[in-house]
T-cell receptor, first 115, second 113 residues
Framework: DTGVSQNPRHKITKRGQNVTFRCDPI?????LYWYRQTLGQGPEFLTY????????KSRLLSDRFSAERPKGSFSTLEIQRTEQGDSAMYLC?????????????FGSGTRLTVV | SQKIEQNSEALNIQEGKTATLTCNYT??????LQWYRQDPGRGPVFLLL?????KEKRKERLKVTFDTTLKQSLFHITASQPADSATYLC????????????FGKGTRLSVIA
């Protein structure tokens, strides 16, 4: 297991198009998180899953955003009708819920540019 | 309102000196606090976690303190090296339990040879 994997690394899309990102967490981690980060800011929480259940969604997550984790393994984040304000780095992280001595393991992110 | 403030956007120090980064929080009662390192174009990497009942934690050249009265954590890198240049993020769990991490904006550290 080589850590958290995110695909694609970069995505350029035209305004109004739909995009989907994928995250493969560390296999034994039951929690998966999505964050968004813009230049000069810290990561902002979007949503998280424990196994396949989506436990919390941020108010940042408009109805154009949807996330799934169908079998409690990989997750997808879809943005519909993209807007220029959606341009950001989308980060995925995973953790083991019962081990609180450890932080999150992040992927390298997907950089989205909406033109 | 709830805030996490890392009070320096950027910090430049000479190689070999100790870098000290500050994280202050308002209107949170965190069970624990974490520090991450982030390099450009990469995801954050976990460094250290300190609990509310711990005053200090060390790992190699890194030291973190946590003062729940001052609502502040300090992050120290001793004998700093140019390879330590990165952005350092403070993060906390807002409440005891399993709520997700909330991050500060980070401090960009540059260690000059």
């Amino acid at each position: 297991d080589t850590g958290v994997s995110q695909n694609p690394r970069h995505k350029i899309t035209k305004r109004g198009q739909n995009v989907t990102f994928r995250c493969d967490p560390i296999s034994e981690h039951n929690r998966l998180y999505w964050y968004r980060q813009t230049l000069g800011q810290g990561p902002e929480f979007l949503t998280y899953f424990q196994n396949e259940a989506q436990l919390e969604k941020s108010r940042l997550l408009s109805d154009r955003f949807s996330a799934e984790r169908p079998k409690g393994s990989f997750s997808t984040l879809e943005i519909q009708r993209t807007e220029q304000g959606d341009s950001a780095m989308y980060l995925c992280a995973s953790s083991l819920a019962r081990y609180r001595n450890y932080g999150y393991t992040f992927g390298s992110g997907t950089r989205l540019t909406v033109v | 309102s709830q805030k996490i403030e890392q009070n320096s956007e950027a910090l430049n120090i000479q190689e070999g000196k100790t870098a000290t980064l500050t994280c202050n929080y308002t209107n949170y009662s965190p069970a624990y606090l974490q520090w991450y390192r982030q390099d450009p174009g990469r995801g954050p990497v976990f460094l250290l976690l300190i609990r509310e009942n711990e005053k200090e934690k060390r790992k190699e050249r890194l030291k973190v303190t946590f003062d729940t009265t001052l609502k502040q954590s300090l992050f120290h890198i001793t004998a700093s090296q140019p390879a330590d240049s990165a952005t350092y993020l403070c993060a906390l769990v807002p409440f005891s339990g399993n709520t997700p991490l909330v991050f500060g904006k980070g401090t960009r550290l540059s260690v000059i040879a």
